[in-house]
């Protein structure tokens, strides 16, 4: 066990609401020993390659560049990027830099020190976790095929557990697998100063049947239980200093199907990149064929928040600047916007607001990747001996700040981050800082968009947005 050594355990689409007692006992039961981040958030979008890149760079997508799940990129113009599949980040990466800030594992690896990944994610999270492992070398097993896995391990977990099981909704069967790779080789035979395990449930069941669903509670269950080794083996002595527990956005059950590639203006629909997130990426647009377009959104039923002004530029009027929620990279499309989803959480709310989306899921099924509170709200707590035993943290933070924290208990750097060392986490930390709620808005012809944004510290953390009205003005 190395000082200030630390590991992060990912629940994939986890909902802080859903972390009860009965649902994962060990979790919630390691979460009210140390300290338990009661005001913990996603990035935005709030999509697992985004927010793995925010957390694993201690930047939002405004400095990282990764600014969506499938977003089209100025180096391979010939279709938009698709960040789950590791070829199309390597694509990118063959072209140009993938990433603008450096990721964590950069930083250990300048400092000499050691990261181990074990992931059930797609090839493309898992890259993110650690996109230079192979060069830093550090290893990462992925349950997927993928030029980051480490042959050793690989050989020693073929060894020790025989081949990677099928996946399925519960992935049990591939948790487990990764947590024996774990707890079983890693933790005996590496002992590295940052680990990760990423489980990419309940994400992968709850977008199939929906948060509440018995099958999405089966696999909070089964993770819980993965966990529960972990937190043996760790209250035993094994493993690292640190458990630092993360989830990297929540989920909303939609209940309404959105087209946005056939509502728009033909016009439109080859420049769109859709998503819960949505690019729209018009060429050199003028400001007036931005405020064109912002006629056209606003009128759309399933149009949610909408986002202008990448790289410094002004945003047009009817729009919230990018900056705002952490985005405006000069890879961002020139006007984004969400799909509605202003409603409560729940499927069977009828009559409530509706919850649009798109892309393969059905009525019932979980979704993420806006700005309603359901999606942005966070899993954060930590434990060990550097942290506070038995204290909630109403302090806001998200994402960004995970890579400043692991850095900071290391006693390394954390220069050209931009989140903030959650240091009243800490035993020996201060008290924690003030924090200030604002709530921005506009209205663009009876349309209204909010954003709820906390300031802590001069840094900002995105509650959470919604709308109201329509733009149906004629
Ligand atoms: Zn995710």
């Not at 000069?330 to 969400?338: M, S």
Request: glycine share 10%.
């Amino acid at each position: 066990m190395k000082p200030g050594s630390t590991l992060i355990v990912s629940f994939d689409g986890l909902r802080p609401d859903r972390v009860t007692a009965d649902l994962m006992p060990n979790l919630a039961a390691f979460m009210a020993e140390g300290v338990r981040f009661a005001n913990a958030r996603s990035v935005f979008p709030s999509e697992t390659r985004v927010a793995v890149t925010s957390t694993f760079t201690g930047n939002p997508p405004r400095w990282h560049g990764m600014i969506a799940n499938r977003f089209r990129h100025a180096a391979v113009p010939e279709e938009p990027v698709r960040t789950g599949l590791v070829e199309d980040l390597l694509r990118v990466a063959g072209r140009g830099p993938l990433i603008h800030r450096p990721a964590l594992g950069d930083r250990l690896a300048a400092a000499g020190r050691s990261m181990v990944v074990v992931s059930t994610a797609s090839t493309g999270a898992t890259h993110m976790m650690n996109p230079n492992a192979v060069t830093n070398g550090h290893e990462t097993f992925c349950c997927h095929p993928t030029p980051d896995m480490s042959p050793t391990l690989k050989a020693e977990a073929e060894a020790l557990l025989g081949p990677v099981p099928e996946t399925a909704r519960p992935n049990n069967a591939r948790i487990d697998y990764a947590r024996r790779v774990l707890t079983d080789i890693v933790w005996p035979t590496r002992d590295p100063d940052v680990a990760v395990i990423w489980m990419n449930d309940p994400d992968l069941t709850s977008h199939a049947f929906g948060v509440r669903a018995p099958e999405t509670e089966a696999s909070q269950r089964l993770t819980d239980a993965a966990f529960g080794e972990i937190l043996a083996g760790w209250r035993a002595g094994r493993g690292p200093e640190h458990l630092i527990v993360m989830s990297d956005h929540g989920q909303i059950t939609g209940s309404a199907t959105a087209s946005p590639d056939m509502d728009l203006p033909a016009e439109y629909r080859d420049r769109l990149v859709s998503g819960v997130f949505n690019g729209l990426w018009l060429d050199d647009p003028a400001p007036a064929d931005l405020a064109r377009a912002v006629d056209v959104l606003s009128e759309m039923p399933w149009c949610g928040l909408v986002f202008t002004g990448r790289a410094g530029a002004p945003a047009v009027p009817g729009t919230l600047p990018f900056p705002l929620v952490g985005q405006g990279h000069a890879l961002a499309p020139p006007i984004a916007f969400t799909l509605r989803s202003t409603g409560p959480d729940e499927a069977s709310d009828a009559g409530a607001e509706r919850r649009y989306f798109t892309e393969g899921i059905d009525i019932g099924g979980g979704m993420h990747g806006g700005l309603n509170r359901g999606e942005l709200a966070t899993v954060l707590a930590g434990a060990g001996p550097q942290f506070r035993a038995g204290f909630v943290s109403d302090t806001p933070c998200w994402l960004p700040d995970i890579t400043p924290t692991v850095l900071a208990l290391l006693g390394l750097s954390t220069e050209d981050t931009s989140g903030r060392v959650l240091a009243e986490a800490f035993a020996d930390g201060p008290e924690p800082p003030r924090a200030a709620q604002t709530v921005n808005s506009v209205e663009h012809r009876g349309f209204q968009q909010h954003l709820a944004v906390w300031d802590v510290e001069g840094k900002s953390v995105i509650d959470c947005g919604w709308t109201a009205g329509t733009g149906a003005w004629r």
